[in-house]
Structures are given as structure tokens and as C-alpha cells.
């Protein structure tokens, strides 16, 4: 029997999803995701697998010349049964030197994000994000 969620846990795992996205630890990231996870980013028009996701944010934004700076606003949480639980919270992120698919490096600044990550856990017990949505009010880059 899986052992039920809390909603600390679930911050917890949102804090480190972050703490490893802004580290820039590619397989880390990797395995934030479930195998039939879905996600939207914040400039998506339809959603990709998580395992696609991470790849490409590891294409984008893990080079040694880019820079990640992220600041998280509070984070609420829904238990909605045992396992699955429901994070939603702003963010604030600014990269700087973005790879991008002209070969140009971006910035890009998003002040006023938003975030909603699923998270349940797999057949062995790991706390995985199964649906993420990211979007913001003001996606700007330069």
C-alpha cells in the first residue's frame, strides 16, 4: 500500500523541482516526470510529454553560458484522495542567454507566472509529476 501524501511533501517536491530546474541537473529534471505525464509550457500550444519537456528545457536552457535565477510564491496544495495532489503557485523566472532554435541566445524574463503541477506517486512509491502547466501574463523576451 502506497503511503498517503501530505501537503508538506508536496511543497517539498515543488521547492526541489525548482532547486534542480534552476541547477540545471538534466537528469534530474528527467525524473521529475512520470511516463505518461503531460505538460503545457509557457509559450505551449498544445501540451508534450514530460520526458520531451525536460529534453528540450535541457536544450534551451542548461548550457554553461546561461543563467536561471527563479523565485517561488506560495504554494497551495490539494490532497485530492491518497495519492494524487494538485500544486498551484506563481513564479518568477529570469534567464539570461537562452539557447534558442535561431542560434541566438534570448533572454527571457517572466514576471508573473503560474503554475500547476499533478504530482502522484508511481507503482514504486516516487512522487512523480503527472500533468504540469505552466503559463504567464507577461512571457517576454528580448
Known sequence: MLEKLTADEVQAEVRR?????SGKAAEGLKGFYGGESSVFG???TRSEP???AAARRQREYFTAQTTLKVQLGM???VLLSESPAVASYTFQLHASKVASGLGK???EDIKQGRATQVFARDVE?????VHEHLST???LKA
Do not use: M, Y
Not at 17 to 21: E, K, L, M, N
Not at 125 to 129: A, H, M, S
Open 50 to 52: 514530460g520526458s520531451l
Open 105 to 107: 541566445a534570448q533572454e
Open 42 to 44: 509557457t509559450s505551449s
Open 125 to 129: 512509491g516516487k512522487l512523480r509529476i
Open 75 to 77: 504554494i497551495e496544495v
Open 17 to 21: 523541482f525548482w532547486s534542480v530546474f
Open 137 to 139: 501574463v507577461d512571457h
